[in-house]
């Protein structure tokens, strides 16, 4: 098996390498904080485990076609204006006030949230309709 040694690669390896490091040592000398010690391990071990996947393959096959390319775009405009949309609608009704919550607390840091969680569903299923139909 023959590895890719560019410096994109060899880069992204020292990263998480560095990561794993840096939970190890939280981990071994700061013990109140020592689960951010694992996260930073878990962390590290999976971008390592996509570096040394990507190291495999040559650099011709990471290439995109300029359809996907397209599609991708398209997909991420589409998403951008029905999140702007989204967000309009429900900053409308609070200043008609017609919403249950009119104080700027925890519920719009929600609401703020779950706009962001439904844009990526929407850009996922975009993406998947302009694939199929061709556009």
Do not use: H, Q
């Amino acid at each position: 098996m023959k590895f890719r040694t560019d410096k994109d690669i060899t880069k992204f390896i020292g990263i998480s390498l560095c990561t794993i490091l840096a939970g190890i040592i939280i981990i071994l000398f700061i013990e109140p904080v020592s689960v951010f010690g694992f996260i930073l391990i878990l962390g590290g071990l999976i971008g390592l485990v996509i570096g040394l996947s990507v190291a495999t393959k040559p650099k011709c096959d990471l290439i995109e076609d300029e359809r996907s390319v397209k599609v991708r775009e398209k997909a991420g405009y589409s998403a951008f204006i029905a999140m702007l949309l989204i967000a309009t609608i429900i900053v409308l009704l609070r200043m008609l006030k017609l919403s249950p919550s009119l104080t700027p607390s925890i519920e719009l840091t929600d609401g703020v949230r779950n706009i962001w969680i439904i844009g990526v569903w929407i850009f996922i299923t975009f993406r998947w309709y302009y694939n199929k139909t061709g556009e």
